[in-house]
């Protein structure tokens, strides 16, 4: 079945909360998603989670496959 944009954004909004707020890196937190949910996280979940950190954390920046790394350049 298809997941709704609400519910989408929803959970993407909270991998970036527990991301804050345990400190996590992204896989784990992708891993304990799908385990408590039963379902994976989407793609449009995990961009817009990794995009709103690099716009919320000067200095972050998105690798190719969507998760947030520390930018090497000053």
């Known amino acids: 079945p298809a997941v709704s944009r609400k519910e989408e954004r929803r959970a993407a909004a909270f991998l ?3 991301r804050d707020l345990l400190d996590s890196p992204f ?3 992708y891993d304990a998603y799908e385990r408590d949910n039963g379902a994976p996280v989407s793609a449009f979940s995990i961009n817009g989670s990794a ?3 690099s716009c919320a954390w000067p200095g972050v920046s998105i690798s190719s ?3 947030p790394r520390a930018s ?3």
Do not use: F, V, W
């Open 72 to 74: 090497t350049s000053a």
């Open 16 to 18: 970036l909360y527990q």
């Open 27 to 29: 896989p784990e937190l």
């Open 65 to 67: 496959i969507g998760l």
């Open 51 to 53: 995009q709103a950190r």
